[in-house]
């Protein structure tokens, strides 16, 4: 709210709390809920979003606790590939010996240029099927504090529209209460006004 003193406009802090004959009770419910929303919609936003980096860069650690790296061997030139260097990384065939000492074979994800004959890293799940590399510690940190962060940001501006269905009828209740109050008080006026 702005006062005006002396030509300066001012802003007036806290006026709904302030003693003011004018104050109404509703002006105070709903200074009240507004200070709330605001308290839960942070408290809401910190909890979610904690909530989500953890159960983020859980995930992602079980996943790289589930994933083993193993040499292979290519069994053709990863530029060869049909597609070829798809950003870091261009597919392959490759043979690996597995945990049981058979041979096996599949295509992997290796670093782009690397002749047949060649030995690479490629990862293996719990099963021994290929895998995609796990992300590292820090990238899985990362992740969980952008997730955690989205979701925080999702989780307090759900609380907005609380506030403004509120807000809407604390409104609407006023405007009954100045209709009430007016046809009271407009016919004694009369036709003074004039």
């Known amino acids: 709210m702005t006062r005006t003193v002396r030509g300066q406009a001012r802003r007036v802090w806290l006026w709904r709390w302030r003693r003011n004959p004018l104050r109404r009770r509703s002006d105070v419910v709903e200074a009240w809920l ?3 929303l605001w ?7 910190a909890v979610v979003g904690m909530v989500t980096a953890h159960a983020v860069e859980q ?10 790296p193993v040499s292979a061997v290519l069994t053709q030139d990863a530029a060869a590939t049909a597609a ?12 690996w010996t597995a945990a ?3 041979p096996r074979t599949g295509l992997a994800r290796v670093e782009p240029g690397i002749k047949a004959g060649s030995v690479a890293r490629i990862w293996l799940d719990q099963r021994g099927n290929l895998a995609t590399a796990p992300v590292s510690g820090e990238e899985a940190e990362l ?6 962060a989205a979701a925080g940001v999702c989780a307090s501006v759900l609380v907005l529209p609380v506030g403004w269905v509120l807000h809407e009828r604390l409104d ?8 009430s109050e007016w046809a009271s008080v407009g016919p004694r006026w009369g036709h003074k006004t004039g």
């Open 34 to 36: 507004l200070l709330t």
């Open 39 to 45: 308290f839960l919609a942070l408290v809401a936003g």
């Open 59 to 68: 995930s992602l650690d079980d996943r790289r606790a589930q994933r083993h």
């Open 84 to 95: 070829t260097a798809s950003g870091d990384y261009a597919w392959a065939k490759v043979r």
């Open 100 to 102: 049981d000492g058979s």
């Open 143 to 148: 992740q969980g504090v952008v997730l955690g």
């Open 172 to 179: 609407r209740r006023r405007m009954a209460q100045w209709d």
